[in-house]
């Protein structure tokens, strides 16, 4: 619907699909976004990454804290605060930040996810300063009334109806989520909150969120497009760096231990009127997982079910007739645990079992079978060939570096994956196979219409 | 959604149109040996082409009981053509890292093309098959209905789709502007392959064909794939426009219960086209009242003071046959009441002429300086040169953009607001279980 996006959830930032390398020298020596960086004596990281195909830059800020980093029944807050952050300073009051951007035609908004909070400007080169100046200015002198946070509180509230209580699919992600981690695990709870504990957060816990979170110390800025490195110094040293540094606690872990309770989420809604199926799994992500495993779920998920040439899209959708859609993905990007899916939706008359019994299926005969002769490389041509398209376009690098940071990845990690991704082997690509198909800590998720007792059966696992 | 879809693109389309003087884009006009004309921008900063096209060729003329062709045609086209079936063709995509596709609004039916330049002779050879030789063999056409069917079905509780299709239900009855886009579960199950090869007969034609390219490639280049892609094609299309279609706006308020926490609400009123000179004093008047960014009155009085709702907007909405401005909120159902009151508010202190100079310069700023903004991919570009050619803007276009934008005054803008705007007549349409609002009989 035709919806102001500001202050959006930003699930995941796709690697595979934003990364930019120079094919000049041949796919060896290939570079990927090459960004030069420094950092200020308060601790706060600056990365810039010229680009000058049009005379527009964008800045970024990320703060190294979301949801995760929220207190035990304080969920949402992170996410309120990041709206309340357009409110005002002392400086700047009353909404000045956005109608003072809005007036030189540029373009902002802003995002919470688990790991992490970011807020972005997109305007003409020359307005870099400006966009600089009020960004480091709500990092340290929000303002706020009870009654802002009161209107915006309501304001979320409805937000989290429009995305999630009207959205049965959404619902059922957020039920199955609490059931994919462990009890009191952040990423079980949803990063918008609860609806009982978002409706009770006070100016008080924006604020505390706020001073413990928002210092330079645990903020990322960077900087793309048409700007000089040495200008970017300049103006990072003129605002940002005054700020003062605050001492963080170290971060607790966000990988997952203990149990969980696993098994499968059902919702049914009258509203419902197409069925889908999901089976998600927990793995490694660039926190935890060796580089090459992370770099073989990434190809496994294309050659599996990544678009309409992938091996489980040609026997289910294609030739077994059993789908409308299916496929896999696999999200490397957290600071906690990854996550490796399989999905679908079936065709009239097929249940999910029969769904989910083919995506099995079609998994253990790549694992038996091995790949075709020349799968693998024509995987790795075309994944190459997503990163040069992603030059096109000149956010690419910003947020995929901002995104890689603030979860605590290094710049390192982002620079190498074509490396890494040049070196995989068939063997590695069935050994991560085996361990997707063999990792216990999975939930099935099934969407369902309120009666269609003909094509669907419930209660069994899906074993794939 | 396409319908949605398509009012969230003409909305940002104002803010694309315009370029910062100091690094001008230049746009050249390529005509090819066999009088197909494309608009060109040169970009060699990446060996990437991107293009653009467009035929008149949208939903307006799906035939009774078939809405849905153009939507079809668009899924199905790059599904097998001249002697590659659908898995063949989409494999030399896949390893080629070639991505085209094909989709359709109301008015028009449009592709884009995007390939390395190394690929580009392939890209277009395929294009041409896509275009001519489409096959629309028993197993696609089989698929690609049961997806549709299955998108519209997923969808048809969705508030904003509900909403939406109603209100355009209610504005457009008997004319095809009142249907989905994408069709109905039925009249998508009845569209067979004869349709297809009719719709590709009937309507894709050089005459009625803009072109956009964007990226590594020359003029000379541009010439030669123009033929190549395009020259098979008939030189006029066999079906012909109907004429303009009138909102039937009458002030009704159309509930549509259901039972969900929140309520969806959109409104409609006449509009006007793009072609209308007042276009520019419109864009302005709307973006003061409901547009784009953050600080409309709509969502200063709706989201910011009262927190009402999450999102709330206002946009022209120009299709060619009839202009509408529509808008949309969505707010808890105890609330619904008072937030269409605040929203007809608005409505009427803009109608009344209440607007400052103040106001009128920083919607004007906005529209002009938000403008370069977007042109940081050759996709993007190449979408703008088509939507000038779609709406005779002119070459220079991007040159003269902020000299129509800067002459609106505000008279103008009064004047547009007065025309355009009656809190009283504003059609209304929610989904969910309103309170407050008393539905028309």
Redesign the interface.
């Known amino acids: 619907?035709?919806?102001?996006v500001?202050r959006l959830h930003i699930a995941v930032v796709a690697w595979a699909f934003v990364l930019v390398v120079s094919?000049g020298g041949g796919l060896a020596q290939a570079k990927v976004f090459d960004p030069k960086t420094f950092t200020l004596d308060n601790g706060m990281q600056v990365v810039v990454l010229p680009n000058r195909?049009?005379?527009?830059v964008l800045q970024m800020v990320w703060y190294k804290s979301g949801s995760a980093d929220e207190a035990r029944g304080k969920s949402g807050v992170a996410h309120l605060l990041e709206h309340l952050m357009?409110k005002g300073t002392s400086k700047h009051p009353n909404?000045e930040f956005?109608?003072t951007v809005?007036?030189?035609?540029?373009?902002?908004n802003a995002f919470t996810s688990y790991d992490y909070t970011g807020y972005f400007q997109?305007?003409?080169s020359d307005q870099l300063e400006m966009v600089m100046e009020l960004e480091a200015d709500r990092m340290t002198n929000l303002v706020l009334s009870a009654k802002d946070v009161?209107?915006?509180?309501?304001?979320?509230?409805?937000?989290r109806?429009?995305r999630i209580?009207?959205?049965p699919s959404a619902r059922l992600r957020e039920q199955a989520n609490q059931k994919l981690y462990p009890k009191g695990h952040p990423y079980g709870r949803p990063i918008i909150g609860w609806r009982g504990e978002l409706a009770a957060l006070t100016r008080e816990d924006a604020l505390a969120y706020y001073k413990a979170n928002y210092t330079p110390n645990n903020a990322i800025l960077v900087i793309a497009?048409d700007v000089q490195v040495a200008e970017v110094k300049r103006l990072a040293q003129k605002y940002y760096a005054p700020i003062g540094a605050r001492e963080m606690p170290a971060r607790p872990s966000l990988l997952a231990t203990g149990p969980i309770e696993g098994g499968e989420t059902v919702l049914r809604d009258?509203?419902?009127?197409?069925a889908?199926w999901s089976e998600n799994i927990i793995q490694p992500s660039l926190t935890n997982g060796p580089p090459m495993r992370v770099a073989a779920l990434e190809i496994l998920s294309e050659i599996l079910g990544g678009?309409?040439?992938s091996r489980i899209y040609?026997a289910l959708?294609?030739d077994q007739?059993l789908a409308?859609?299916a496929g896999s993905y696999y999200d490397q990007s957290a600071r906690g645990d990854g996550k490796f899916a399989f999905y679908g939706?079936p065709?009239?008359g097929v249940s999910l079992d029969q769904l989910a019994d083919a995506v099995g299926g079609e998994a253990r005969r790549m694992l038996s079978e091995g790949l075709k002769p020349n799968e693998l490389a024509?995987i790795k041509?075309?994944m190459m060939?997503?990163a040069?398209?992603s030059?096109?376009?000149?956010?690419a690098g910003a947020w995929t570096i901002g995104g890689a940071l603030a979860a605590g990845h290094a710049i390192d990690d982002v620079e190498a994956w074509p490396e890494r991704i040049q070196a995989v082997s068939e063997q590695d690509v069935l050994d991560a196979l085996q361990a997707v198909l063999d990792e216990p800590r999975r939930i099935t998720t099934r969407l369902l219409p309120q009666e269609t007792p003909n094509t669907i059966q419930d209660g069994q696992g899906t074993g794939s | 959604m396409k319908k949605i879809l398509w009012i969230v693109a003409l909305a940002a389309l104002p803010l694309w149109l315009s370029i910062a003087p100091a690094q001008a884009v230049e746009v050249e006009r390529v005509i090819s040996p066999g009088g197909i004309e494309a608009w060109l921008v040169q970009d060699n900063s990446n060996p990437v082409v991107s293009m653009r096209f467009a035929f008149r060729a949208g939903a307006e003329f799906d035939p009774v009981g078939k809405s849905g062709l153009a939507n079809l045609a668009a899924s199905t086209m790059d599904e097998g053509a001249g002697d590659l079936d659908s898995q063949a063709f989409q494999q030399i995509l896949a390893d080629q890292s070639i991505s085209l596709s094909f989709s359709s609004g109301l008015d028009r039916f449009t592709g884009q093309l995007k390939t390395l330049t190394e690929n580009l002779d392939q890209s277009v050879d395929l294009l041409r098959l896509a275009l001519t030789q489409a096959r629309f063999d028993a197993e696609p056409l089989t698929r690609l209905k049961s997806q549709i069917i299955a998108g519209i079905r997923a969808d048809s509780e969705a508030p904003g789709k509900l909403a939406y299709n109603a209100l355009f239900a209610n504005l457009f009855a008997g004319h095809n502007y009142a249907l989905d886009s994408d069709g109905s579960e039925e009249s998508v199950a009845a569209i067979t392959a004869d349709d297809l090869r009719d719709f590709v007969k009937t309507r894709l034609a050089r005459s009625n064909l803009i072109v956009g390219v964007v990226g590594d490639v020359t003029p000379k280049q541009v010439a030669v794939l123009l033929d190549q892609a395009f020259g098979d094609l008939p030189r006029d299309p066999a079906v012909k426009h109907g004429g303009d279609v009138t909102p039937q706006v009458s002030g009704r308020v159309q509930v549509i219960e259901r039972d969900i926490l929140q309520s969806t609400v959109v409104f409609g009123q006449a509009g006007l086209k793009r072609s209308d000179p007042d276009y520019y004093a419109a864009l302005v008047m709307n973006h003061i009242l409901g547009g784009g960014s953050f600080t409309s009155r709509l969502y200063t009085e709706v989201r910011e003071k009262r927190g009402l709702a999450y999102s709330v907007s206002s946009s022209f909405y120009p299709l060619d046959h009839a202009g509408l401005l529509v808008g949309s909120t969505a707010t808890e159902n105890a609330r619904v009441g008072e937030t269409l009151d605040v929203i007809r508010a608005e409505w009427a202190r803009m109608a009344a002429g209440e607007v400052s100079e103040q106001e009128l310069t920083a919607a004007k700023n906005y529209i002009s300086g938000s403008f370069p903004l977007t042109f940081t991919s050759t996709g993007a570009i190449a979408r703008v040169l088509v939507a000038m050619q779609v709406h005779k803007l002119g070459i220079d276009y991007l040159n003269k953009r902020k000299s129509y934008i800067n002459a609106v005054s505000l008279e103008d803008v009064k004047r547009v607001a007065a025309r355009y705007l009656n809190p009283d007549r504003l059609d209304v349409v929610v989904v969910g279980k309103p309170v407050g609002i008393v539905p028309s009989p």
């Open positions: 619907m035709a919806k102001i500001r094919m195909r049009a005379p527009v357009f909404g956005s109608r809005a007036e030189y035609g540029g373009q902002e997109t305007v003409a009161e209107t915006e509180r309501a304001v979320v509230l409805e937000e109806n429009q209580e009207t959205r497009g009258a509203r419902v009127r197409q889908s678009g309409s040439t040609r959708v294609i007739a409308v859609s939706s065709r009239p024509a041509k075309r060939a997503d040069v398209f030059r096109d376009a000149m956010k």
